[in-house]
């Protein structure tokens, strides 16, 4: 039996064994076998590429759970991953999640049916009902969170309020329908959402616990039942782009399993990332005082002409300066992966000069997190707040940032680009606008404690989107007497 074993492990190690060739970008595979660098890849992916990019420069390929995975950080070079559809398959972040947690791989045109559709939904006419249709219902959810009486203040962690309030605007609005008729009580599925958002990154990395996995069986069960009206009829009050997503999976062939594990799915994508990225930038405005001037002064121009019939997403806005503070903020905080496989033998051209060769079956990953949005050579003091950043001494939007005495195609990547450009973008940063646009004019919002620094990040979220705070920061706020009407 011992023998038998001995052999089994001998052939394992033999069809696993992998060494560099003289083309080859350097390999780091780590000192456990198969596993390679996995624990600690997934423990806090920032801190373990940066320690490769010292150990080998600006590319290289580690193994990380049986898979070898070539990663590159030469924002010059990003171009020949980006464009390459070639030999490279692109797969969306969120489908990659999908076939990890759920065990569904959806086939690849459907994808690009996907995204033609995504455009046709989030672009023109479309996105202009889609803004007012979110304004509406941000108003609406803020004025429930402080009656039109209250005159005292009201605490909370500044994460939950703006997670909650933007989960629940986003649901009503891309799933729920605009009566909130055939879709459920927003709060419930807000509530098993957070607990599904909470496993996620065990899920994808298949490290739950024997209770985590049955917590995670059960809320994923419940949003299923919670989110199966959604989009199943196009009355007047559906959403259309959520019922033109169940027709294009019935149309694929997609049983029910798989049209619910989908528009969980699609639940993640579309509400996982605007929350976090509206705390990130209301922190970091309220720990600054400097910027939430800056910010309210420029608000302040704005709400001159308001009227309750012209809502801000109804009408042109120039906010240069806010535009900037956000940027400033996804620049910190916005941490996805971009991963292509490798579907055929690829030659790498790297700006440099260098060439190298990528294997088929291989994965390669891109992280702007570390390069070019943590880069000090690009950014000086990239780890500080500077909400000005993005922006010439003129007032005018800064695009000009440079590397190696380069001007940089890519300076910052939150939305991805190219094909893995993120096709709601501007409805993501015209409901960011709105939502603070609202709070910062219409209340009184500050620090429970005023010296109170910003929380560090929780590092197990690197590559899944926005990253998420550990623990909160307290606020109190109330309506301001002038909009007590």
């Known amino acids: 039996m011992i023998w038998t074993v001995l052999l089994l492990v001998l052939l394992y190690v033999l069809a696993t064994h992998r060494s560099r060739s003289k083309n080859d970008p350097p390999l780091d595979k780590g000192l456990i076998p198969w596993l390679g660098h996995a624990l600690e890849f997934g423990k806090d992916a920032f801190k373990f590429l940066n320690r490769m990019k010292l150990k080998h420069g600006d590319i290289f390929t580690v193994r990380v759970a ?86 005292h203040w009201k605490d909370e962690g500044l994460f939950n309020f703006s997670y ?32 599904f958002d909470g496993l996620l990154t065990k899920m994808a990395r298949g490290t739950l616990k024997t209770d985590e996995k049955r917590t995670a069986h059960r809320v994923q069960q419940r949003l299923w039942e919670l989110l199966a009206p959604a989009g199943l009829t196009e009355d007047d009050g559906s959403s259309p782009w959520l019922h033109g997503y169940r027709q294009l999976l019935q149309e694929e062939g997609a049983d029910d399993d798989t049209q619910k594990k989908a528009v969980l799915m699609q639940l993640w994508a579309t509400q996982g990332n605007v929350g976090p990225a509206v705390f990130w930038l209301l922190g970091y405005l309220l720990t ?73 079956g291989d994965r390669v990953c891109l992280f702007p997190f570390t390069s070019p949005q943590m880069d000090p050579e690009i950014y000086h003091e990239p780890q500080k707040y ?36 993120c096709v ?5 940063i015209d409901t960011i606008r709105q939502f603070v646009y609202l709070v910062l004019t219409h209340y009184d919002l500050q620090l429970c404690d005023p010296h109170a620094p910003m929380p560090e990040v929780n590092a197990n979220r690197y590559g899944f989107g ?20």
């Open 288 to 360: 600054n005082p400097e910027a939430l001037t800056a910010v309210r002064w420029e608000f302040s121009h704005i709400s001159q002409v308001e009227t309750s019939d012209t809502p801000l997403v109804d009408r042109p806005v120039n906010t240069p300066v806010f535009d900037s503070a956000l940027e400033e903020t996804l620049r910190l905080t916005a941490a996805p992966f971009i991963t292509r496989e490798v579907v055929q033998e690829k030659t790498l051209h790297m700006a440099d000069g260098q060439e190298y060769l990528l294997r088929k």
């Open 424 to 428: 709601g973008k501007q409805f993501a």
């Open 466 to 485: 926005m990253l998420q705070p550990e623990g909160d920061l307290l606020v109190r706020y109330k309506l301001r007497s002038t909009h007590q009407h």
């Open 164 to 195: 909650g309030l933007l989960f629940k605007a986003g649901y009503l609005t891309l799933f729920g329908g605009e009566q909130n008729n055939n879709g459920s009580d927003p709060s419930r599925v807000y509530e098993e959402y957070k607990k």
């Open 386 to 421: 500077k909400y000005d950043r993005f922006l010439n001494e003129d007032g005018s939007a800064k695009k000009d940032f440079y590397k190696g005495g380069r001007p940089l195609k890519y300076y910052t990547m939150p939305w991805g680009a190219g094909t893995n450009g």
């Open 66 to 151: 049986g898979h070898y995975v070539t990663v590159l950080l030469d924002p010059h070079s990003y171009d020949e991953v980006i464009n390459d559809s070639d030999s490279l398959d692109f797969a969306r972040y969120a489908q990659v999640l999908m076939e990890r947690i759920f065990r569904l791989r959806l086939p690849h045109h459907q994808s690009n049916k996907e995204k033609a559709m995504m455009k046709k939904h989030f672009t023109g006419m479309n996105l202009a009902a889609l803004n007012s249709t979110m304004s509406r219902h941000l108003l609406a959810l803020l004025k429930a969170e402080t009656p039109q009486n209250q005159k």
